[in-house]
């Protein structure tokens, strides 16, 4: 999709060209369903009506919007956002994957990190409160990592609210 902007619509400075290029992208977007010559009428109707208004966002397109060139690049942008879209859409089960992996290596990394560091004030002062809440014999936690104390609490935590 890349490739095919320095292909197209030579008579536009690179502010018009981009502001184009974004909006039929969108377009595109929001309607994947349609064919691309539906898109690019969809595109023209809507351009001619706002220029007839005299507000159209695309002032410049007044003298280019019939010519043959300007629907031959625009059909063309068209084609290769749907096609872009749909590569993409194919493409989603392998970056969901991608992500629950990244997930779980970011959790797993958090684990060891914590394995590593002493426990926090805020973990024992908890312990301490859990402890004298269920009545339950203080075990030695000076030796503890922060994930060791976590995973203590969380098993007091478990085993106390299922009452």
């Known amino acids: 999709m890349y490739q095919i902007k320095s292909r197209i619509y030579h008579n536009f400075d690179k502010t018009q060209k981009s502001g184009i290029c974004n909006y039929i992208r969108a377009l595109v977007k929001q309607n994947l369903d349609l064919s691309c010559s539906e898109i690019l009428d ?16 695309f002032p410049f397109l007044a003298d280019f919007i019939d ?3 300007f629907l031959k690049d ?4 068209i084609y290769e956002c ?3 879209y749909s590569y993409k859409e194919s493409q989603r089960p392998f970056i969901e994957k991608q992500k ?7 959790k797993f990394l958090q684990e060891v990190k914590m394995s590593k560091e002493t426990p926090t004030k805020k973990q024992l002062y908890y312990y301490d409160k859990l402890c004298k809440r269920y009545s339950l014999e203080r075990k030695d936690v000076e030796s503890l990592s922060k994930l060791d104390l ?3 609490i969380e098993r007091i935590l478990n085993e106390h609210s299922e009452f």
Do not use: A
């Open 74 to 77: 625009t059909n063309d942008y």
């Open 67 to 69: 010519t043959e060139s």
């Open 100 to 106: 629950e992996f990244e997930k779980k290596k970011r």
């Open 150 to 152: 976590r995973n203590e």
């Open 42 to 57: 969809k595109f023209i109707e809507d351009e001619k009506y706002y220029l007839e208004l005299s507000s159209s966002r």
């Open 82 to 84: 749907k096609k872009y």
